[in-house]
């Protein structure tokens, strides 16, 4: 994942949702989230967030069929 | 970005979270999340964490200095089914009872094995709980394999939007027209 890159996230309440990696630090990351008009950083752990491009490997199987959902509902 | 950390959402799965948030819930499980918001985020992101209080337990406490602890556990979803379906197993009393209650409740499922020959079908829950869900499925599924299930939640966020959860375990018992997991994993997404 690079500095930009969108996300997905992949655990927590946010589940489900896309943002924008600000900040890698460690094992936290802080990514940018929109909220209406405004955008909300987030800090989570990172690997609670994935990397929306087709190449990234999920850490759980959960997390790869939970992204395979989100794609095929976004693309209809 | 802030560059403050006290104004940003900061985010942790329990077992993780600072102690002095962890103390604040005792019922807390390693697998729960923990959130912090300072007032400011929070009245941007509160209704949107607080709607998952339909769909499982959330509970949130205001700080001295205005922010906010709040405490969420997905896994305790089945237990708060108890008031939409018949409880068909009674919890045991002591300390696992959240996770022993098992509910009657008919919701549209999809699942697929995880290993080969996989078999994938549709069909619908017979009863969940916490560590389970029993199901019927279009074929004999082979037991002991690795399987993910997609149900549809019968109660959606506050605003409408369905939920669905997924979970990845065991298949443990395995019947013509009927099986049942053991969950491994499990977590809610919103379908839209």
């Not at chain 1, 949702?17 to 630090?25: E, F, G, K, P, S």
């Not at chain 2, 008031?83 to 022993?100: N, Y």
């Amino acid at each position: 994942m690079q500095i930009g890159d969108s996300v997905l996230m992949t655990e927590g309440p946010f589940v489900g949702r896309i943002a924008r990696l600000a900040l890698i630090t460690g094992q936290r990351v802080i990514v940018g989230m929109q909220v209406g008009v405004h955008q909300v950083d987030v800090e989570i752990d990172v690997d609670w967030v994935t990397a929306m491009t087709p190449q990234r490997k999920s850490a759980t199987r959960i997390n790869e069929s939970a992204i395979q959902l989100l794609r095929s509902d976004r693309a209809h | 970005m802030a560059e403050d950390s006290s104004q940003r959402v900061r985010i942790w799965q329990f077992r993780r979270a600072p102690e002095e948030y962890k103390l604040l819930f005792p019922e807390g499980k390693d697998h729960d999340w923990l959130v912090h918001a300072a007032d400011s985020e929070f009245r941007l992101i509160g209704p949107s964490l607080l709607a998952w209080g339909r769909v499982h337990p959330v509970k949130s406490i205001t700080l001295a200095d205005g922010s906010t602890i709040l405490w969420g556990a997905p896994r305790e979803a089945a237990a708060s089914l108890a008031k939409l379906g018949q409880i068909i197993e009674k919890p045991p009393s002591g300390a696992e009872r959240r996770a022993a209650a098992r509910v009657r409740i008919e919701c549209p499922i999809k699942y697929q094995t995880l290993s080969e020959p996989k078999r994938a079908g549709e069909g619908h829950s017979i009863d969940i709980s916490t560590s389970g869900i029993c199901f019927t499925s279009e074929s004999l599924l082979p037991a002991g394999a690795k399987i993910t299930v997609c149900m549809r939640w019968p109660v959606g966020l506050e605003d409408g939007v369905p939920v669905e959860l997924h979970a990845v375990g065991t298949l443990v018992r395995a019947e013509p027209m009927r099986a049942a997991m053991e969950i491994d994993e499990t977590k809610f997404l919103m379908t839209t």
